[in-house]
């Protein structure tokens, strides 16, 4: 089966980003709904150009802030550290093994298919799901891919369309296929498999 071609993206700030390429985010949180048409279908997940959502030392500080303490209740341990970009150390809460990925800006960093549409309240959203829950709506993503090579490009409000180019950009890019943490934590896939 061949994957649905990825035509409309949204935006968020990077860390949250971050949290859903390569921590167990599986809800974005809105206070709308997608589209008609949009639950399942792929779209492309763009991570926004500034921290926190502005330009400013004090909103990187918050933006990580949040993060950290989003994901540290979900089960794991982040660090932020600066060298000639921000970059993100973590690892599962309980295990050894840590990795450092770089913190992508205004680039579209993974694709996603938006499963559902929930109220943050509602008891159907569970395990990994809930960790990551404020809604007021929450969108259930499954099926993440990672982009080991993020594609630039500046991003927009809402769900938008990417331009043909970017179109073929992001549905070019090799991928890795990133567990969907309906059971808790799994171990953490081979990076070295892309597919």
């Known amino acids: 089966m061949s994957e649905q071609v990825v035509t409309r993206a949204i935006t968020l700030w990077p860390e949250w980003a971050f949290a859903i390429t390569h921590l167990s985010k599986r809800v974005e949180n809105r206070t709308w709904d997608p589209p008609a048409g949009v639950v399942g279908t792929r779209i492309a997940i763009h991570a926004g150009a500034h921290v926190g959502g502005r330009k400013a030392t004090r909103a990187t500080i ?38 450092t990925q770089k913190l992508a800006t205004s680039a579209v960093v993974a694709t996603a298919i938006v499963h559902s549409v929930r109220d943050a309240d509602t008891s159907v959203l569970a395990g990994a799901e809930h960790d990551w829950d404020v809604g007021p709506r929450c969108w259930v993503l499954r099926r993440v ?51």
């Not at 933006?63 to 973590?90: H, K, P």
Request: hydrophobic share 35%; proline share 7%.
């Open 145 to 195: 891919r990672w982009l080991i090579y993020p594609v630039p490009m500046k991003g927009a409000q809402g769900l938008w369309h990417l331009g043909s180019s970017a179109v073929e950009k992001v549905n070019e890019a090799r991928s890795i296929l990133m567990p969907d943490y309906l059971d808790g934590l799994p171990s953490l896939p081979d990076r070295k498999s892309p597919t």
């Open 62 to 99: 918050e933006g990580g802030e949040a993060m950290q303490e989003t994901a540290e209740a979900a089960g794991w341990e982040i660090g932020w550290g600066r060298q000639d970009s921000l970059c993100v150390d973590f690892r599962r809460q309980g295990t050894k093994g840590q990795r």
